[in-house]
């Protein structure tokens, strides 16, 4: 009897078939021994057996499993095996706390070498694209992570089109992933996409300026945009409120479509739809950065935050500021939503126009090329038309030729039968007289022959009594 090869399942899917397989073990010899006696086998034996009548491939009352179950294991093997790339963009003027937000988010100081320049220096200086590559591990669990920065942006005087690289730079990656997809090697894909834009807004506004409505605007369609209200320790609560929500008025005013939280299912417990609750209350999140350690004066614990004459301001302490709620949202529950976003909402519309503009394109150069080829034609026609006449009135030339050598022969006929007049004066008025009709009948040939041509030639004939 040949073995039947198993999959690498789970030990409580091995402990359970095991258990099974005896219990029909015992199944089958008690029916065995029903039959050897006579007895009649109860259902409780049948059932335990997992025979049924369609050859023991799992009825109604059947507890045989068929393993298809392990499939969301496998699936986490593979993924896990492959590992993760996300990317995220922080986007904002100079000042607001975007590289030491990023630092406190993954605890990882990304920006030792960058050196910030003078003030004269950002008065011309324009906008930048930043990128920093990262790998993080957690419980066996590979994140590879990009940041791209954008410093210069909102620093100088003249901050026409400073938004233009960043629109750029999120075109450039979707048109090289789409031509990555038409390549060759498809398997080995490397996503650049933008996956989250973090905007960051100044909290000495009283709202958004038009830089922000501006870049917001056109960057909505083509990245999952999250407000992040900066340095939230220079405002007060009341304050802060307010804040937020003159934010959100201008966005609904201006219809800019930030990310919006997907609903919670019906399945999920409480405590998931309160975290989510939660963190769609925080929007726009409103968050403090440091890279500092401070122990606090309350609890004595040592935790990243700010030392002021007053007191410590924690950053992951959800009553000073939502930089939890926002780590929580970013990492631990939405990230991948922000990707299928990205991919299938995003990326697809850039994708539909990036094909209607290239058939478009195509249309309208085979109508170019058509029209070339059809006016080619046209000229080739004329020429041929050019030619034919030019031949006809070749021809024309030649018939005029044969006819006035036909009229001399006949004026040389006239002379002899003339001479030949002179010895036979009885003749002489019968040979003129057909000297005149020949003489006519010649000339009206001319003029035919004449008047065909200049019609073939385009100049219309003149009479025979004008000639």
Known sequence: ???????????????????????????????S????????????????????????????????????????DQMHRKAVKKGFNFTLMVVGESGLGKSTLISSLFQQDLYKDRELGSATERVNKTTEIDKRQIELDEKGVKLRLTVVDTPGFNDAINCQDCWRPIEDYIDNTFEQY????????????VDHRVHCCLYFVSPCGHGLRPIDVELMRRLHSKVNIVPIIARADTLTQAELR????????????????????PDTDSDDDEETRRQESDIRACIPFAVIGSNCVVESADTGRRTRGRQYP???????????????????????THMQDLKDITKEVHYENYRAKYITERMSKRKGAVRDDFETRKSKNTTEANFEAIVDTEGLLKEKEDEIRRMQQMLQQLQQQQQSSASTAATV??????ASAAGDASGHAAAAAVAASNSGSASAAGVPAASANGQ
């Not at 009897?1 to 029909?24: C, I, L, Q, W």
């Not at 007053?310 to 631990?332: M, Q, S, T, Y």
Request: aromatic share 6%.
């Open 1 to 31: 009897m040949t073995s039947v090869p198993r999959f690498n399942v789970s030990a409580r899917y091995r402990k359970d078939e095991s258990d099974e397989m005896v219990s029909g073990i015992r199944g089958n010899v008690g029916r």
């Open 33 to 72: 021994e029903s039959m050897r006696t006579g007895a009649s086998v109860d259902s409780h034996d049948s059932v335990g057996g997992g025979s049924t009548g369609n050859g023991g491939s799992g009825g109604p009352g059947s507890n045989v499993r068929l393993g298809f179950a392990n499939l969301p």
């Open 178 to 189: 789409f031509k990555d997809e038409c390549g060759l090697n498809r398997k080995n894909i």
């Open 242 to 261: 307010d804040l937020k929500e003159r934010v959100l008025a201008d966005l609904d005013r201006h219809k800019i479509q930030t990310y919006r939280m």
């Open 310 to 332: 007053w007191g410590v301001v924690e950053v992951e302490n959800p009553k000073h500021c939502d930089f939890a709620k926002l780590r929580i949202f970013l990492l631990g």
């Open 425 to 430: 004066p009885t003749s002489v008025s019968a």
